[in-house]
């Protein structure tokens, strides 16, 4: 197999000039649960060339459902190294490296990247990555998600220390806004690391009403 064959629906969409510049392009997600499996199952298979997972977390019997890249086999596995295993597993074309630790080990490492992204489930955590990204000068992209919606931001010169959330825990999540959300997050990493236009610094929030319509609202977030 070739990459021209793998990839053959991606270099119909943007050339095969952009398609091989995304070998070069390494990008860390940070936490391999439901956001992170789906970024994984998005990013792994679409060329970029080095992803690194961090997570300390072992796979849980309730992760399953939602997590998209486990099976019951993976029970009791680092979610860090499932992931990794699952995406080399599908592309043969891609490096992937595990990182079985928690955020403030990694981020002593030093490592540099293209692109962070956020895929944990913790305020505290996404602080220190955003504070992290800005020493780093490294864009990052924040996600959430809460029973039937969720949040993505493109951060590059807005601050998160100004985002006013709540730390609290969801009373449940359904499987498909995870995928929905981790699915978007994806798309806006694509497209910055294809070269394409990307809106940055502004807060998509994705819900259903109570009618079961899907809206999306947009917000400005302020600067740095």
């Known amino acids: 197999m070739t990459t ?6 991606q270099i119909q969409l943007w050339g095969s000039t952009v398609q091989k510049s995304l070998e070069k392009k390494r990008v ?9 499996c789906t970024l994984a199952m998005a990013l792994g298979t679409s060329g970029i060339g080095e992803i690194h997972m961090v997570d300390f977390d072992d796979v849980s019997a309730h992760n399953i459902h939602r997590q998209i890249a486990f099976t019951l086999e993976d029970e009791g596995c680092n979610k860090a190294k499932a992931v990794c295993r699952l995406i080399e597993a599908k592309n043969p074309f891609v490096k992937t490296v595990a990182f079985d630790m928690s955020f403030d080990d990694f981020k002593e490492m030093g490592n540099s990247y293209d692109l962070i992204l956020d895929a944990t489930d913790n305020l505290p955590v996404r602080g220190e990555i955003d504070k992290h990204a800005k020493e780093m000068n490294t864009p990052w992209i924040y ?10 931001c493109f951060f590059d010169e807005a601050n998160f220390q100004v985002f006013n959330i709540s730390d609290h825990k969801p009373g449940g999540i359904t499987a498909p806004i995870v995928m929905h959300i981790g699915s978007l997050q994806a798309n806006f990493a694509l497209r910055y690391l294809a070269g394409l236009t990307v809106t940055k610094d502004k807060l998509y929030y994705v819900y259903f009403n109570d009618e079961g ?5 947009k917000f400005g977030m302020p600067k740095v």
């Open 28 to 36: 860390a997600i940070i936490g391999a649960g439901g956001l992170g």
């Open 143 to 152: 996600a959430s998600v809460e029973e039937f919606n969720g949040q993505v």
């Open 213 to 217: 319509e899907l809206i999306t609202q």
């Open 4 to 9: 021209e064959e793998y990839f053959n629906r």
